[in-house]
């Protein structure tokens, strides 16, 4: 059989390698499947992250608003005691501008003589908004004579400016900003806006491609970054949400957050917002953010009363505002500022007549740009603590809260200035180690309790320890109307006319050791009326009515006074042991002068939130503390401690009709000078001293009363007129205390709480006269019984 030839044929194809390339090529796509899917999962991801970020807070509280505090409006009124020349003063603290214009601008004013032509500006007080007006206001004999308002042609019962700004309390980033809603911008200013730093804003998306490419070629040419295409929109998200980093990863963050926001919200809202964020100067460590508060710091002027050069500056500022600073650089400031308005003019948004009359007015930027955090310190101290009570720290310092204080701006800064230059004088005078002399000082209404000035420094511009409120140091003789208060209190044991001991008294202590006060002049009086005794500041006689009445006695008229800090009842207590701030005798004295009424101390008027809603008001509250009668003869003995006593040396500075109240306090060694005293407008407490407690050479007349009466004399305008109860009637009494007339050589009217007054004739009184008093008190006393 042969054998069959083998013949070649085609290899067939392995089916396992075929079916194993299926695989890895469907492994493959699967896993590219995959991949891509997670991918776009996390980029999906990130784009809800990203948008959560721009919602949240684009939605919730975008910004930390700083409170700011203000100063009580200033009031002028026809009849107003203010000179022309002094109200020209205050309008430059306002920080008015004096123009040459036919046509005011809010916040101008032309004075010609005894005349002012003005114009207001516009605020949003505690209760109400104040629009402009247009008003003549003459002066005559050092008031105002006459308001008129050229608008209506009728005249002006009363003119309210708007309060000088304190000071603030900012957050941890130091941002200050004014915020405007949409509908109060001027539309010059978002024209201008537009058309200079983004053309296309209305309509791109949040991100112009246009505007990269561009950007992309000019920098690929340049070799570096040199021109940016952001948006408006890009530029709020970069401001809003990111750092200053510089990274394709940020630029690409920047795109998708700016389309973002674009999606959810209208062009109106993120132009506000944008409007309120940017960054437009700095101020030391306060940085100027938002169109609104540049427009105050750069023009003293509200935003939608800015003329179209004004405008123009500040869209030119958005570019650079250290570059263009117009009070550092008003070259460079004033040509970029032409450059936008002939820009505006080229996008159609300016007339061309506009633009001319612009580029023909100067930079006007107001020449006072600082506005402190805290201009007045020691009160703002003293706000930032009453506040504490009702708000927490982070509310006070991010919520934009107004707050409206008591503070006087004309009294704090005069009681500044004189209270500086008599400290240095004292100083030097008594020979005291340059610049060691401390002091603080406290002035209320008489009436109501309002805290108008605080001084806590002898520089009062120091933001430091604060000597008002934390100076806790020994109050010496400033206690001692307490001591007498308590005895008067007491009608049928004491009047001003009853004598007490002023000799030597020896009193043992807890420790064992033997106490024995002295008088300031080492001397002992014998038998001294209380009035006296009070008047010349007696320490003896003080120490024997306290321990008659009892320590504890007097530490409860204390607490009844408004002493609130513990008063431990030693002896010493009674010459003034007790150590409290000047603050705090200022909250004591208060009630003195209220008249047995007893008022908390405001710092405050009322609080509003940052768009002008009444949150919490501060209102008036008195509560009767101590019979009115007696207060009154405690007050009367005060009176003449001024007169002829340790308070004698204020009448080199007032007329003796003023009628002052007041007492001087000295504590051992000298270390503490002390005055609390008062007239019919204001209370003042001053305290001098050295930090250290070593003694200060000064007592409560030559130290404290000094700086008292050089602060009030300028201050004060009313004297003091004492209200008189119905139960006080005014009896003659002689030097021994016997009832007399007015025909007795060396007799005195005294106040007496009803049926309190002596009853035994003195023996000036003639034997007639003697019968007929005796009668008629016999047929009183009969009528009474019956």
């Known amino acids: 059989m042969a054998k069959q030839k083998n013949t070649p044929r085609a290899a067939k194809k392995n089916p396992l390698k075929r079916k194993k390339n299926v695989s890895v090529k469907k492994t493959f796509k699967g896993l590219l499947y995959k991949v ?23 939605e919730g509280k975008r910004w930390e608003l700083p409170a700011h505090v203000y100063a009580s409006p200033v009031e002028v009124y026809q009849g107003l005691a203010l000179s022309a020349n002094q109200f020209e003063k205050l309008l430059q603290d306002l920080h008015y501008q004096q123009t040459t214009h036919q046509r005011l601008t809010p916040g101008s004013y032309r004075r010609s003589g005894n005349g002012y032509f003005l114009r207001t500006r516009s605020f949003n007080f505690f209760d109400g908004q104040e629009t402009p007006k247009t008003v003549n206001i003459f002066f005559h004999a050092g008031s105002v004579q006459s308001i008129k308002n050229t608008v209506t042609n009728t005249l002006e019962p009363l003119l309210r400016f708007e309060p000088v700004q304190v000071g603030s309390f900012y957050s941890s980033h130091k941002e200050d900003r004014l915020l405007v809603k949409f509908n109060d911008v001027p539309q010059t200013l978002i024209d201008g806006l537009i058309a200079v730093e983004d053309r296309g804003f209305h309509q791109h998306q949040g991100v112009s491609i246009k505007s990269i490419a561009r950007a992309f070629w000019v920098n690929m040419k340049a070799g570096g970054v040199v021109q940016g295409g952001s948006t408006l929109t890009q530029q709020l998200i970069k401001n809003f949400y990111l750092n200053a980093e510089r990274s394709l990863a940020r630029k690409v963050k920047e795109a998708l957050m700016a389309l973002i926001i674009e999606f959810h919200y209208e062009k109106n809202e993120i132009l506000e917002a944008y409007i309120n964020e940017v960054f437009l100067g700095q101020d030391g460590e306060r940085s100027i953010n938002g169109f609104a508060m540049a427009s105050v710091f750069y023009f003293n002027t509200p935003l939608h009363d800015l003329k179209p050069h004004q405008v123009a500056l500040l869209v030119g500022l958005v570019k650079g505002p250290s570059y263009y600073d117009p009070r550092r650089h008003p070259e460079r400031a004033r040509k970029r500022r032409d450059l936008v308005l002939d820009e505006m003019v080229r996008q159609g948004v300016l007339p061309n007549q506009q633009r001319q009359i612009a580029k023909r007015h100067p930079l006007g930027i107001s020449l006072v740009k ?38 006087d701006y004309r009294i704090q800064t005069t009681a500044e200035h004189l209270f500086k230059q008599k400290l240095t004088m004292l100083n030097k005078k008594h020979g005291i180690e340059k610049g060691k002399l401390q002091g603080a000082m406290v002035i209320t209404r008489r009436i109501g309790g309002e805290i108008v000035a605080v001084i806590g420094d002898r520089n009062p511009r120091f933001s430091g320890f604060n000597r008002a409120l934390d100076a806790v140091r020994p109050i010496g003789s400033l206690v001692k109307p307490a001591v007498y208060l308590t005895a008067l209190s007491q009608p049928k044991k004491y009047t001003l006319t009853s004598f007490v001991d002023d000799t ?28 006296d005794a009070l008047v010349h500041s007696y320490n003896l006689s003080a120490v024997r009515l306290g321990m008659a009445l009892k320590v504890p006695m007097v530490k409860r008229t204390l607490e009844e006074l408004g002493v ?127 930090d250290d407690n070593k003694p200060s050479k000064l007592t409560g007349s030559n130290g404290a009363l000094e700086v008292w009466s050089s602060v009030m004399k300028t201050i004060s305008k009313e004297p003091l007129e004492l209200n008189k109860p119905n139960e006080i009637v005014f009896e003659w009494v002689d030097p021994d205390g016997y009832r007399a007339n007015q025909f007795c050589s060396d007799a005195v009217q005294y106040p007496f709480i009803s049926g309190s007054a002596p009853k035994e004739l003195s023996p000036c009184i003639d034997p007639v006269t003697r019968t007929l008093e005796r009668a008629g008190s016999w047929f009183n006393n009969l009528i009474n019984d019956h």
């Open 36 to 58: 891509t899917g997670f991918i776009l999962l996390l980029g999906l991801a990130y784009v809800l992250y990203l948008d959560n970020i721009v919602r949240s807070k684009f």
């Open 370 to 407: 600082k506005i402190s955090h805290a201009r007045f310190p020691a009160f703002l101290d003293l706000v930032k603590r009453q506040l504490s009570r009702e708000y927490n720290d982070e509310d006070l310092r991010s919520s934009g809260l107004n707050i409206f204080s008591t503070l």
């Open 504 to 531: 030597s008294i020896t009193l043992k202590q807890r420790s064992g050791e033997r106490w024995q006060p002295q008088n300031y002049d080492h001397l002992e009086h014998g038998q001294v009326m209380l009035q």
């Open 564 to 690: 609130r800090r513990e008063i431990k009842p030693y002896p010493s207590l009674l010459l003034g042991s007790l150590s409290m701030s000047p603050l705090e005798v200022a909250q004591m004295y208060q009630t003195f002068a209220g008249e047995g009424f007893f008022s908390h101390l405001r710092s405050i008027q009322s609080v509003s939130s940052v768009d002008h809603k009444a949150l919490q008001g501060y209102p008036l509250a008195v509560q009767q503390v101590a019979d009115p009668s007696a207060v009154f003869l405690v007050n009367t003995a005060l009176q003449q401690v001024m007169l002829k006593g340790t308070g004698r040396r204020a009448y080199q500075h007032f007329p003796r009709h003023f009628k002052l109240a007041g007492k001087t306090g000295t504590t051992d060694d000298l270390r503490d000078s002390w005055f609390a005293g008062f007239a019919g407008d204001y209370l003042a407490v001053v305290w001098l001293g050295l």
